[in-house]
């Protein structure tokens, strides 16, 4: 009897190892998931909130509504998000056909989009010809977020990140998640 015993040591060791590494590979994914459904709905909820702001603020605000301002309240509501790492398009709507006043990809921690200053009213309608803050008027925000996932330490050849297909950013080697909110201006 004794020999049997002894030539079942070591089983548990072998039998936990052929399940462990599984058993972290999918709590590892699982984590990723959250976290990049995390990343999602902050974003979402970020770039909906600066769309929020930006409605209630027309023509007939007596304070002009800035790049700064919705930048401000995006960034207030992307909690936990990098300023430097969420890119935004703002776009505002002309007579409700095309989106003719686009401002380009530009990030959120500067808020200055090519040829703009961050304290250039938003959107924009300082005359007769523009009239994109005005009531019944329709504006769309859009952000992007990078998602590089850790899994990607258990791929074979991944390298420091997996791309997923998707949209990538502007440096172009990792997912952007992206989220967009329109709305009309109200006042």
Not at 66 to 72: E, I
Not at 73 to 81: E, K
Request: charged fraction near 10%; glycine fraction near 12%; hydrophobic fraction near 35%.
């Amino acid at each position: 009897m004794q020999r049997r015993k002894r030539n079942g040591r070591g089983n548990a060791t072998i039998e936990f190892t052929l399940v462990g590494i599984p058993l972290v590979f999918v709590l590892i994914s699982t984590v990723e998931m959250a976290r990049g459904m995390w990343i999602y709905h902050t974003l979402a909820y970020a770039v909906k909130e600066g769309t929020r702001y930006t409605v209630g603020r027309g023509q007939n605000n007596p304070v002009p509504t800035t790049y700064q301002n919705v930048c401000n309240a995006i960034v207030q509501a992307g909690t936990g998000l990098l300023p430097g790492d969420l890119s935004l398009v703002f776009r505002s709507d002309l007579n409700g056909t095309v989106f003719v006043h686009s401002t380009g990809v530009f990030t959120a921690d500067t808020c200055a989009p090519a040829n703009h200053s961050p304290t250039d009213p938003w959107p924009p309608g300082d005359n007769q010809s523009v009239i994109d803050n005005q009531p019944g008027q329709t504006i769309s925000i859009t952000g992007y977020y990078p998602f590089v996932s850790a899994i990607s330490m258990f791929w074979p050849g991944a390298g420091s990140g997996m791309t997923f297909q998707g949209l990538t950013c502007q440096g172009g080697s990792t997912l952007c998640l992206p989220a967009a909110s329109q709305d009309v201006m109200q006042f």
